[in-house]
C-alpha cells in the first residue's frame, strides 16, 4: 500500500524532441527544473520552487508505461506514446489530462507507392499478405483489425520505418510532418491516425488519492480547449499530392549498414575494405548509399533491427551487433540468421550493475539476496529484454519483474529498478550514476551476420562470398 | 496465503468437474445419438484464420491473446483459440472437405481478454457443426440437438430466440450507408446496440416502419413471417428471400412442437452468420447459440460449401443445472490400514485391488482420520483370526472377516 501523506510528488519529463519546449513551458508556468536543459547529465532534478516535487528525465516511450506503473504521479510526453500504450492496455491505470499544445506533424499510416494502393479500400478488400513496418506496433495491429486487413504482419522496428518501403514493407505506420511532406519520401499517406502533441498524463490511483492540485494548478493556464486527438477518419490524401518515387531497382545482394554510433567505425572499416560508397558519410548520408558494384543493394537501418530484417530475408547480410544479434536469437531460436565474423570496432560489455549501495559483490549474493525477500520481485531495467530474460532464469533469480526500456537504464536505477543489464564502454556512466557491475555476462562488437538461406542459394553464393571475402580484407 | 492464480482465469473444483462431466456426458451422448463425431483441434491458431474478413469483428479480435511464437520472426502472429467454430471449420477445410457431408462436435476452451478480470478470460464450449448437407434440414437438426441437450440437462424455463443475418444485412443494405458507415453501424449491432438502428433514418418511410416492426415485435410462429411479408411487399428481393427462409425454418419447427421467439435483435458477437441465427436464454444469461455460416470455409480459401452450428456456453450452464441427484464423486469402499506396517499396506493394496476389479470403488486411507460418506469401511488390522474389520455404514453393522473373498462376498451382496 502506497503512502499517500507523504506528500512526495514524482514527474516523468521528456528527452529529445519535446524537451526545449517543455522545458519552456514548465519555466512560463512556474515549474521550472534547474537542470532541465538540452545539454544537462542529470536525470534527477528538484523543483525550484516545490520541495516536494522531483523529476526524473526518461525517454518520451518510458514515461507512459512508468506513470501507468506508478513510478511516477505526472508525466509529459508525446500523444503517439500515449496512445501506443492506451490501445495495447486500455484498462490500465494511465489517464490523460490534457493536451498542452505543442508539437510537431502527425503519426500517419503510409503506403509504398510502388504497392499499387491507393487508399484504405485497396487494404481491406485485398487478400495480399502485407508488410507493416513501424515504431508503433500496438497502433498498427489495431488499425489493420479495425481495418478488417485480412492478412498482415506487423514488423516493429526501432527507428527509421520510412527507410523500409518499397522493397521491404507495404505499409508502414509513421510520424511526419504533413502528407506532403511524406508524399516527398516516396510515400503514399493513406490515414491520419493521431496529432503528435505533448500532452500531461497522471497515473490513475495518484490522481485518485494524492493531492496533486498544486502542480496541476500550475498547468491550468495551459490546459484549454483540446484539438481533436482521437483517430480521425479523413484521409488527407490530396489530388495536388506529389509522391516522389524514389530511384529503386531490385538488386542480387542486399546489404543493410548501421546509422547512428556505428556509422562513422562501420564507414571508416568499409574504406579499408576497399568499398567504395556513395552517402555513406557524415558529409552526406542517405538511407540508400550506392557502391560501385551494380548488383548490390545498400540501406541504412538501425542495428536494433537488422537480426529480424536479415530473418525475413530483407537483407542477405547486415553489419550489427553481436549483442543485438544474441537478443533476436533468444527470442527466436529457430530464426535463420548467423554470425559470420567480427569487425572488430564497436567493442561493448554486456554487463548486469546495481546500486553502490546493495551490499552484494556478486550475482550469487544478488540470489540470496533476492531469496530472502528483500527485493522480491527484483526489478530489471533492460534495453535486452530477451537477453536479460534468459539471463535471470539461467540464473536462478527468483521472482524478477522485466523493465523494457530504450537505453539508458541507468536512468531508472536505484528508484525505478534494482538491477541493469545493459552495454557500457568504459564502465564511467555507471560510476558517475553510483552503480557497481556485479556480473559481465559477455562482450560484443560490431560483426557481419548472414541470411542461412542466401548462404545457401546457388544463385547468390558466388556473390556473397566475393562480398564477404572483400569485407574481411577490412579485418586489421 | 496470497491467491497464486493468474487474473481472470478459473480453477474447476472436483464439484465443478462432476457438474462439468455431467454437461459433457450428456451432450457427447446426444451428439453420438445423432450421428456426430468428436474433433478436438490445437490450442494455438494463426491469427490470419481470425482477421479473415466476416470472421470475428473488431471489438473481438482486439481482445484476442496473440503474440509471436518462438518461430515468430516471420512476423505471423498465433493466437489462443478465441472461438470454437473458426477452427472446426479450419479442420474441416484441412482434412475433410472431401466429404460431402460431415457432422462434428468438440469440448473446447476459448480464451478472450476481459477488461475488469471478475468475468473469465477462459471460458468453455460444447459445439456441434454440420457440413454440407440440403438447406433448412440441417438448420433445424441443430436446433433440435440443442434443445435436446438443454432438456436432458434437466434445464428448465429456456427460451430460444431466432433471428437471420440475411433480414439484417438485407435492411442495412436498404439504409443505403456508405462502405464505412455500414462496417461501423454492422459493429454496433454485433455488440449488442440495435438501436443505433432505428436513430439511423432511411431515405425511404417504409423501410423506417420495417425496421421498427421488427425490432419491436417478437413473433411466436411462422404467422408473424406471413404477416410481415404481407405488410410490407416492397421490402427488397433479399430481403424477401430471407424471410422465406426463416419461414421455412419456423414452419418445421411449429409443426414438431418448437416453441421460440422471433427476435431480430438476437444476434451477437459474430460477423460469420449468413442465414438463420438463435439463441438460448435461461435465467437472464445466453447459455448458448448458433446459426448459419454458409461463407465460413469459402473464406478460408475451402469449397464452397454450406455450414451451420451452434454452442452452449458451458460456465453459465453449470450454473444452472439442477442439485446432484447421483455420487459425489467419493469412493464406496474405504480401506483402513491400521498401522503403517509393511504387511498391512500389502494387504491393503491386495484387498483395494480386488475390490476394483469386482467393479468397486476403492478408497486407501493409512492416516486414522474420521470416515464420512463411505457405503463401507474395511480396517485391516492383519491379525488373525479376523485380520479385518468390516463396517456397514448404511445399517450401521460392524462384523468381522477373516479373509479377502469374506469381504468381496458381503460387499457384493450389499
Same mark, same amino acid.
Not at chain 2, 62 to 80: C, I, Q
Given at each position: 500500500m502506497k503512502d499517500y501523506r507523504a506528500g512526495y510528488i514524482k514527474l516523468a519529463l521528456p528527452k529529445g524532441r519535446f524537451l526545449s519546449p517543455t522545458a519552456s513551458v514548465l519555466a512560463d508556468i512556474g515549474l521550472g527544473f534547474n537542470d532541465y536543459s538540452d545539454k544537462t547529465k542529470q536525470y534527477r532534478l528538484r523543483s525550484t520552487?516545490?520541495?516536494?516535487?522531483?523529476?526524473?528525465?526518461?525517454?518520451?516511450?518510458?514515461i507512459s508505461i512508468q506513470v501507468a506503473v506508478g513510478n511516477y504521479d505526472l508525466g509529459i510526453c508525446g500523444l503517439d506514446w500515449i496512445e501506443e500504450f492506451?490501445?495495447?492496455?486500455?484498462?490500465?491505470?494511465?489517464?490523460?489530462? #490534457?493536451?498542452? =499544445?505543442?508539437?510537431?506533424? !502527425?503519426?500517419?499510416?503510409?503506403? &509504398?507507392?510502388?504497392?499499387?494502393? %491507393?487508399?484504405?479500400?485497396?487494404?481491406?478488400?485485398?487478400?495480399?499478405?502485407?508488410?507493416?513496418?513501424?515504431?508503433?506496433?500496438?497502433?498498427?495491429?489495431?488499425?489493420?483489425?479495425n481495418l478488417r486487413m485480412r492478412r498482415f504482419r506487423?514488423?516493429?522496428?526501432?527507428?527509421?520505418?520510412?527507410?523500409?518501403?518499397?522493397?521491404?514493407a507495404d505499409l508502414a505506420v509513421l510520424w511526419g510532418k504533413s502528407g506532403a511532406d511524406i508524399a516527398t519520401q516516396g510515400l503514399i499517406p493513406l490515414k491520419r491516425l493521431l496529432p503528435v502533441t505533448a500532452f500531461l498524463i497522471a497515473n490513475k490511483e495518484s490522481l485518485e488519492n494524492k493531492d496533486l492540485s498544486r502542480i496541476l494548478t500550475?498547468?491550468?493556464?495551459?490546459?484549454?480547449?483540446?484539438?481533436?486527438? #482521437?483517430?480521425? =477518419?479523413?484521409?488527407?490524401? !490530396?489530388?495536388?499530392?506529389?509522391? &516522389?518515387?524514389?530511384?529503386?531497382? %531490385?538488386?542480387?545482394?542486399?546489404?543493410?549498414?548501421?546509422?547512428?554510433?556505428?556509422?562513422?567505425?562501420?564507414?571508416?572499416?568499409?574504406?579499408?575494405?576497399?568499398?567504395?560508397?556513395?552517402?555513406?558519410s557524415e558529409e552526406s548520408a542517405s538511407r540508400r548509399p550506392s557502391a560501385d558494384l551494380d548488383w548490390l543493394g545498400i540501406k541504412v537501418i538501425r542495428p536494433q533491427d537488422m537480426p529480424l530484417q536479415v530473418a525475413n530475408s530483407n537483407f542477405d547480410l547486415a553489419i550489427t551487433g553481436e549483442d543485438w544479434l544474441r537478443e533476436h536469437l533468444y527470442r527466436f531460436p529457430s530464426s535463420p540468421v548467423k554470425k559470420l565474423f567480427a569487425l572488430g570496432f564497436g567493442a561493448?560489455?554486456?554487463?548486469?550493475?546495481?546500486?553502490?549501495?546493495?551490499?552484494?559483490?556478486?550475482?550469487?549474493?544478488?540470489?540470496?539476496?533476492?531469496?530472502?525477500?528483500?527485493?522480491?520481485?527484483?526489478?530489471?531495467?533492460?534495453?535486452?529484454?530477451?537477453?536479460?530474460?534468459?539471463?535471470?532464469?539461467?540464473?536462478?533469480?527468483?521472482?524478477?519483474?522485466?523493465?523494457?526500456?530504450?537505453?539508458?537504464?541507468?536512468?531508472?536505477?536505484?528508484?525505478?529498478?534494482?538491477?541493469?543489464?545493459?552495454?557500457?564502454?568504459?564502465?564511467?556512466t555507471l560510476t558517475q550514476h553510483k552503480l557497481k557491475v556485479i556480473d559481465v555476462l559477455f562482450r560484443s562488437s560490431a560483426c557481419l551476420i548472414a541470411n542461412k538461406n542466401s548462404l545457401a542459394s546457388s544463385d547468390r553464393r558466388e556473390k556473397m562470398e566475393f562480398l564477404t571475402q572483400k569485407l574481411r580484407a577490412g579485418l586489421r | 496465503m496470497k491467491n497464486q492464480k493468474c487474473k481472470g482465469m478459473q480453477d474447476l473444483l472436483p464439484e465443478d468437474m462432476l457438474r462439468f462431466r455431467r454437461i459433457e456426458d450428456v451432450f457427447r451422448t446426444c451428439c453420438c445419438s445423432w450421428g456426430y463425431q468428436e474433433v478436438r483441434t490445437p490450442t494455438l491458431e494463426y491469427l490470419h484464420l481470425f482477421t479473415a474478413t466476416?470472421?470475428?469483428?473488431?471489438?473481438?479480435?482486439?481482445?484476442?491473446?496473440?503474440?509471436?511464437?518462438?518461430?515468430?520472426?516471420?512476423?505471423?502472429?498465433v493466437v489462443l483459440r478465441p472461438?470454437?467454430?473458426?477452427?472446426?471449420?479450419?479442420?474441416?477445410?484441412?482434412?475433410?472437405?472431401?466429404?460431402?457431408?460431415a457432422r462434428l462436435f468438440y469440448v473446447t476452451n476459448i480464451f478472450a481478454f476481459e477488461g475488469t478480470g471478475k468475468e473469465n478470460r477462459e471460458r468453455w464450449q460444447c459445439g456441434a457443426e454440420f457440413f454440407g448437407g440440403a438447406e433448412l434440414a440441417p438448420d433445424v437438426e441443430i436446433i433440435l440437438l440443442a434443445e435436446e441437450v438443454i432438456r436432458r440437462l434437466g434445464i428448465r424455463n429456456v427460451g430460444l430466440q431466432l433471428s437471420h443475418a440475411g433480414l439484417v444485412k438485407a435492411l442495412l443494405k436498404e439504409l443505403k450507408l456508405s462502405p464505412g458507415e455500414e462496417a461501423k453501424m454492422t459493429n454496433r449491432l454485433l455488440?449488442?446496440?440495435?438501436?443505433?438502428?432505428?436513430?439511423?433514418?432511411?431515405?425511404?418511410?417504409?423501410?423506417?416502419?420495417?425496421?421498427?416492426?421488427?425490432?419491436?415485435?417478437?413473433?411466436?410462429?411462422?404467422s408473424f413471417l406471413y404477416n410481415i411479408k404481407a405488410a410490407f411487399p416492397k421490402a427488397s428481393q433479399d430481403f424477401k428471400s430471407s424471410l422465406e427462409d426463416l419461414i421455412g425454418i419456423t414452419k418445421v419447427l411449429d409443426n414438431l412442437g418448437c416453441s421460440y421467439k422471433i427476435d431480430i435483435a438476437a444476434i451477437h458477437g459474430f460477423e460469420y452468420y449468413t442465414g438463420i441465427c438463435f439463441q438460448f436464454l435461461a435465467a437472464g444469461e445466453k447459455i448458448g447459440g448458433g446459426g448459419r455460416y454458409d461463407n465460413l470455409v469459402p473464406l478460408m480459401d475451402g469449397e464452397d460449401i454450406p455450414a451451420c452450428g451452434f454452442a452452449l456456453y458451458v460456465d453459465y450452464v453449470m450454473k444452472l443445472l439442477p442439485p446432484e441427484k447421483e455420487k459425489k464423486g467419493e469412493a464406496e469402499i474405504l480401506v483402513k490400514g491400521k498401522e503403517l506396517a509393511p504387511e498391512i499396506l500389502e494387504t491393503c493394496f491386495t484387498l483395494a485391488e480386488s475390490l476394483r476389479d469386482a467393479g468397486h470403488t476403492a478408497e486407501l486411507d493409512f492416516t486414522g482420520r474420521k470416515e464420512s460418506n463411505y457405503r463401507w469401511v474395511v480396517l485391516v488390522s492383519g491379525k488373525a483370526p479376523s485380520p479385518f474389520m468390516l463396517t456397514d455404514c448404511t445399517r450401521r453393522r460392524r462384523r468381522d472377516a477373516a479373509s479377502m473373498a469374506e469381504i468381496l462376498k458381503v460387499v457384493s451382496e450389499g
Amino acid at each position: 500500500m502506497k503512502d499517500y501523506r507523504a506528500g512526495y510528488i514524482k514527474l516523468a519529463l521528456p528527452k529529445g524532441r519535446f524537451l526545449s519546449p517543455t522545458a519552456s513551458v514548465l519555466a512560463d508556468i512556474g515549474l521550472g527544473f534547474n537542470d532541465y536543459s538540452d545539454k544537462t547529465k542529470q536525470y534527477r532534478l528538484r523543483s525550484t520552487r516545490f520541495p516536494n516535487l522531483s523529476a526524473k528525465i526518461l525517454q518520451e516511450k518510458d514515461i507512459s508505461i512508468q506513470v501507468a506503473v506508478g513510478n511516477y504521479d505526472l508525466g509529459i510526453c508525446g500523444l503517439d506514446w500515449i496512445e501506443e500504450f492506451l490501445v495495447k492496455y486500455p484498462a490500465g491505470s494511465l489517464v490523460k489530462i #490534457s493536451s498542452l =499544445n505543442y508539437g510537431e506533424g !502527425s503519426i500517419h499510416v503510409v503506403a &509504398s507507392a510502388e504497392s499499387g494502393i %491507393a487508399n484504405l479500400n485497396d487494404l481491406s478488400d485485398g487478400r495480399n499478405d502485407y508488410r507493416i513496418v513501424t515504431e508503433y506496433p500496438n497502433l498498427a495491429e489495431a488499425f489493420a483489425l479495425n481495418l478488417r486487413m485480412r492478412r498482415f504482419r506487423i514488423f516493429p522496428v526501432w527507428g527509421a520505418a520510412e527507410a523500409y518501403p518499397p522493397e521491404n514493407a507495404d505499409l508502414a505506420v509513421l510520424w511526419g510532418k504533413s502528407g506532403a511532406d511524406i508524399a516527398t519520401q516516396g510515400l503514399i499517406p493513406l490515414k491520419r491516425l493521431l496529432p503528435v502533441t505533448a500532452f500531461l498524463i497522471a497515473n490513475k490511483e495518484s490522481l485518485e488519492n494524492k493531492d496533486l492540485s498544486r502542480i496541476l494548478t500550475c498547468f491550468s493556464s495551459r490546459i484549454t480547449a483540446e484539438p481533436p486527438t #482521437s483517430m480521425g =477518419n479523413g484521409l488527407d490524401i !490530396s489530388e495536388e499530392l506529389k509522391v &516522389s518515387r524514389p530511384l529503386w531497382q %531490385a538488386k542480387e545482394i542486399n546489404l543493410a549498414l548501421p546509422d547512428g554510433h556505428q556509422q562513422a567505425p562501420a564507414s571508416q572499416f568499409l574504406k579499408r575494405a576497399g568499398l567504395a560508397l556513395q552517402g555513406y558519410s557524415e558529409e552526406s548520408a542517405s538511407r540508400r548509399p550506392s557502391a560501385d558494384l551494380d548488383w548490390l543493394g545498400i540501406k541504412v537501418i538501425r542495428p536494433q533491427d537488422m537480426p529480424l530484417q536479415v530473418a525475413n530475408s530483407n537483407f542477405d547480410l547486415a553489419i550489427t551487433g553481436e549483442d543485438w544479434l544474441r537478443e533476436h536469437l533468444y527470442r527466436f531460436p529457430s530464426s535463420p540468421v548467423k554470425k559470420l565474423f567480427a569487425l572488430g570496432f564497436g567493442a561493448v560489455k554486456i554487463v548486469t550493475a546495481v546500486s553502490q549501495e546493495m551490499p552484494v559483490a556478486d550475482i550469487d549474493e544478488l540470489r540470496s539476496l533476492v531469496q530472502s525477500g528483500k527485493f522480491a520481485p527484483l526489478k530489471v531495467a533492460s534495453e535486452y529484454i530477451n537477453i536479460a530474460d534468459g539471463y535471470l532464469r539461467d540464473n536462478h533469480i527468483n521472482p524478477y519483474k522485466l523493465i523494457p526500456t530504450w537505453g539508458a537504464s541507468e536512468a531508472f536505477l536505484p528508484e525505478d529498478a534494482d538491477m541493469l543489464i545493459d552495454n557500457v564502454q568504459t564502465g564511467k556512466t555507471l560510476t558517475q550514476h553510483k552503480l557497481k557491475v556485479i556480473d559481465v555476462l559477455f562482450r560484443s562488437s560490431a560483426c557481419l551476420i548472414a541470411n542461412k538461406n542466401s548462404l545457401a542459394s546457388s544463385d547468390r553464393r558466388e556473390k556473397m562470398e566475393f562480398l564477404t571475402q572483400k569485407l574481411r580484407a577490412g579485418l586489421r | 496465503m496470497k491467491n497464486q492464480k493468474c487474473k481472470g482465469m478459473q480453477d474447476l473444483l472436483p464439484e465443478d468437474m462432476l457438474r462439468f462431466r455431467r454437461i459433457e456426458d450428456v451432450f457427447r451422448t446426444c451428439c453420438c445419438s445423432w450421428g456426430y463425431q468428436e474433433v478436438r483441434t490445437p490450442t494455438l491458431e494463426y491469427l490470419h484464420l481470425f482477421t479473415a474478413t466476416g470472421t470475428l469483428t473488431p471489438s473481438m479480435l482486439s481482445k484476442v491473446y496473440s503474440f509471436l511464437d518462438w518461430d515468430g520472426w516471420s512476423g505471423e502472429r498465433v493466437v489462443l483459440r478465441p472461438d470454437g467454430t473458426i477452427p472446426v471449420a479450419r479442420l474441416y477445410t484441412d482434412n475433410l472437405s472431401g466429404q460431402e457431408l460431415a457432422r462434428l462436435f468438440y469440448v473446447t476452451n476459448i480464451f478472450a481478454f476481459e477488461g475488469t478480470g471478475k468475468e473469465n478470460r477462459e471460458r468453455w464450449q460444447c459445439g456441434a457443426e454440420f457440413f454440407g448437407g440440403a438447406e433448412l434440414a440441417p438448420d433445424v437438426e441443430i436446433i433440435l440437438l440443442a434443445e435436446e441437450v438443454i432438456r436432458r440437462l434437466g434445464i428448465r424455463n429456456v427460451g430460444l430466440q431466432l433471428s437471420h443475418a440475411g433480414l439484417v444485412k438485407a435492411l442495412l443494405k436498404e439504409l443505403k450507408l456508405s462502405p464505412g458507415e455500414e462496417a461501423k453501424m454492422t459493429n454496433r449491432l454485433l455488440e449488442g446496440n440495435w438501436q443505433a438502428l432505428t436513430k439511423s433514418k432511411s431515405t425511404n418511410p417504409e423501410i423506417d416502419r420495417l425496421i421498427a416492426a421488427l425490432l419491436g415485435l417478437k413473433g411466436k410462429s411462422s404467422s408473424f413471417l406471413y404477416n410481415i411479408k404481407a405488410a410490407f411487399p416492397k421490402a427488397s428481393q433479399d430481403f424477401k428471400s430471407s424471410l422465406e427462409d426463416l419461414i421455412g425454418i419456423t414452419k418445421v419447427l411449429d409443426n414438431l412442437g418448437c416453441s421460440y421467439k422471433i427476435d431480430i435483435a438476437a444476434i451477437h458477437g459474430f460477423e460469420y452468420y449468413t442465414g438463420i441465427c438463435f439463441q438460448f436464454l435461461a435465467a437472464g444469461e445466453k447459455i448458448g447459440g448458433g446459426g448459419r455460416y454458409d461463407n465460413l470455409v469459402p473464406l478460408m480459401d475451402g469449397e464452397d460449401i454450406p455450414a451451420c452450428g451452434f454452442a452452449l456456453y458451458v460456465d453459465y450452464v453449470m450454473k444452472l443445472l439442477p442439485p446432484e441427484k447421483e455420487k459425489k464423486g467419493e469412493a464406496e469402499i474405504l480401506v483402513k490400514g491400521k498401522e503403517l506396517a509393511p504387511e498391512i499396506l500389502e494387504t491393503c493394496f491386495t484387498l483395494a485391488e480386488s475390490l476394483r476389479d469386482a467393479g468397486h470403488t476403492a478408497e486407501l486411507d493409512f492416516t486414522g482420520r474420521k470416515e464420512s460418506n463411505y457405503r463401507w469401511v474395511v480396517l485391516v488390522s492383519g491379525k488373525a483370526p479376523s485380520p479385518f474389520m468390516l463396517t456397514d455404514c448404511t445399517r450401521r453393522r460392524r462384523r468381522d472377516a477373516a479373509s479377502m473373498a469374506e469381504i468381496l462376498k458381503v460387499v457384493s451382496e450389499g
